[in-house]
């Protein structure tokens, strides 16, 4: 298979495993470990597992001009995404954070608009501003509280937050992805994170009496550190070898369909008419922005 391939199937199996991670995290927080603990035990385990792999591939010597470039990654990929994504599951539901992760590709023809001078029509204007309002509409009209959600519209603009940061993110390291292989990129990556989440993070992970945490909690933590973690950076970094950001971006919309259904098949969550009408405006508008225009043929005489 091409490259290219490759690089797609990478992409859809970094989708899928963040579409099952909305609900899975959701379930062990916060009664056997709160959000920003989680974070920290993400941070050090995707550091810790990059660090391993590195030991067995040649060094890769950073030059002294793109250490800022990781550093600003860091902060937008693994310290503002993650803190804001968690602390709004928290407060949210598994189908509102699906929901909202689809505006993602709007939100990345903005900044790479602004960013990178991509040219902006009327009609990815009119599909953003579509997304948009699909995406407020699940902030500002849903109910404030539900069950194992105390606040839902601070949960659900915590989740915005979160989808900036990572398109940020995202436009930002495709040029290291070009030079720098994606092990080195990672095992720098996290090694920051844990360094800046510390002070942040460590005493809520420090609260969690570890000899005690069920079977369940336990899988769940796996899966989000080695799956959700080390797997969907490593296959993401991957795919932006091969794949622009804004391409990319598109993978996003399996994320509401995985994990909505995961969610309800598990009872964990419910579809409402706020969640679908949600969910049609965001996807007419990331259908709009992506829809390649139709070129009109000039008709002889």
């Given amino acids: 298979m091409s490259k290219r391939v490759w690089a797609l199937l990478a992409?859809?199996?970094?989708?899928?495993?963040?579409?099952?991670?909305?609900?899975?995290?959701?379930?062990?927080?916060?009664?056997?470990?709160?959000?920003?603990?989680?974070?920290?035990?993400?941070?050090?385990?995707?550091?810790?597992?990059?660090w391993i792999v590195s030991l067995f591939l040649k060094t890769e010597k950073i030059d002294r001009k793109d250490w800022i470039r990781i550093l600003f990654c860091t902060i937008c990929g693994m310290v503002i995404n993650m803190l804001f994504f968690f602390k709004g599951l928290n407060l949210s539901t598994p189908i509102n954070s699906s929901v909202i992760i689809t505006i993602s590709p709007i939100v990345l023809f903005v900044?790479?608009?602004?960013?990178?001078?991509?040219?902006?029509?009327?009609?990815?204007?009119?599909?953003?501003?579509?997304?948009?309002?699909?995406?407020?509409?699940?902030?500002?009209f849903t109910s404030p509280t539900a069950l194992n959600a105390p606040n839902i519209p601070l949960g659900n603009t915590f989740f915005i937050i979160n989808l900036i940061s990572y398109s940020v993110?995202?436009?930002?390291?495709?040029?290291?992805?070009?030079?720098?292989?994606s092990i080195t990129l990672m095992k720098w990556f996290f090694l920051f994170a844990v360094v800046i989440n510390?002070?942040?993070?460590?005493?809520?992970?420090?609260?969690?009496?570890?000899?005690?945490?069920?079977?369940?909690?336990?899988?769940?933590?796996?899966?989000?550190?080695?799956?959700t973690t080390f797997l969907t950076y490593l296959l993401n970094i991957y795919a932006l070898k091969e794949l622009s950001a804004s391409t990319l971006g598109v993978f996003i919309y399996l994320q509401p369909v995985i994990g909505i259904s995961y969610a309800i098949l598990l009872g964990v969550d419910e579809l409402n008419l706020i969640n679908l009408l949600s969910i049609i405006l965001v996807f007419i508008g990331v259908y709009i922005v992506t829809k390649k225009p139709t070129r009109i043929r000039a008709k002889g005489n």
């Fill in 11 to 50: 992409a859809t199996t970094a989708s899928l495993i963040y579409g099952i991670n909305h609900t899975l995290a959701k379930g062990v927080m916060p009664d056997h470990i709160k959000p920003n603990g989680f974070i920290f035990l993400r941070v050090v385990g995707a550091a810790s597992l990059f």
């Fill in 111 to 140: 900044l790479s608009a602004l960013f990178i001078r991509e040219k902006i029509t009327v009609q990815k204007s009119i599909g953003a501003l579509m997304g948009l309002i699909g995406a407020l509409v699940l902030v500002i």
């Fill in 169 to 181: 993110y995202l436009i930002a390291v495709r040029p290291l992805t070009a030079k720098y292989n």
């Fill in 198 to 227: 510390f002070p942040i993070c460590f005493s809520e992970f420090n609260e969690v009496v570890w000899v005690e945490l069920p079977f369940e909690a336990i899988w769940k933590m796996v899966f989000v550190v080695v799956g």
